[in-house]
């Protein structure tokens, strides 16, 4: 089945500073890769997604970018703001989600002030 | 339009005890999918269904079962609760085909086995 790495675990930035954060998978089936923010106590909301035919994506201070090549794909929030602390998953699916996401085991993102 | 509705919030069982976690959604949606949440596991898929009367077995389906007798519900059983099912379950639903993919998430049951 497949299997998604994410790195880091925890990534701490200054407020203003730009945040990356790193996923792999395994399975060259996979053509749908989203990503979910998740606060404490709270769902996984979904922030932005990428789908195989596409190298990248971008919504205001977030992108996501896509090598299919090398199966990685990555998030980039850029000009971080307090708000944006909160544990960030990537994911991955074939079928285009039909068979359910496999996810990364999350970053704890946290802006300094 | 409530979106993915889950029920109950909290639970607590004693080791062996049953029950069942309903998800409701109200958005039309084919597929819908049960996970559970682990501190530092990330989600895990249990169970999927892509349409009314079929189930499917995710990635840790062992000691649940799951029924999808009408589209908008999708339940979730533990027939003798393990302290291993401790953890918080997310019910997910979406749509089928070229938009499939985008999950929606209900709030999530919380659950405690002791």
């Known amino acids: 089945g497949e299997n998604v790495e994410q790195h880091p675990s925890t990534l701490s930035v200054q407020e203003g500073d730009s945040a990356v954060i790193k996923c792999t998978y395994s399975?060259?089936?996979?053509?749908?890769f989203p990503w979910y923010k998740q606060e404490l106590g709270k769902r996984p909301q979904l922030i932005i997604d990428i789908r195989s035919n596409v190298g990248e994506k971008k919504d205001q201070r977030i992108a996501v970018t896509l090598n299919k090549t090398a199966k990685h794909f990555s998030l980039h929030i850029t000009e971080t703001q307090p708000e944006d602390s909160a544990v960030y998953f990537c994911a991955a699916s074939s079928g285009g989600g039909a068979d359910g996401l496999t996810f990364g085991k999350g970053t704890h993102l946290i802006i300094q002030p | 339009n409530a979106g993915v509705t889950q029920t109950p919030k909290f639970r607590v069982l004693k080791t062996g005890q049953s029950m069942t976690l309903l998800c409701a959604q109200d958005?039309?949606?084919?597929?819908m999918y049960w996970y559970r949440q682990d501190p530092g596991m990330g989600l895990r898929l249990i169970h999927y269904s892509v349409g009314e009367g079929t189930t499917a077995k995710g990635e840790v389906p062992d000691g649940y079962n799951v029924s999808r007798l009408k589209k908008q519900n999708f339940l979730l059983g533990l027939e003798s609760a393990a302290p291993s099912q401790t953890s918080v379950y997310f019910c997910?639903?979406?749509?089928?085909?070229?938009?499939?993919?985008?999950?929606?998430f209900g709030a999530g049951t919380r659950l405690s086995v002791l």
């Open positions: 958005m039309n949606h084919e597929y």
């Open positions: 399975d060259s089936a996979s053509n749908y």
């Open positions: 997910a639903s979406s749509y089928s085909g070229t938009s499939g993919g985008l999950q929606y």
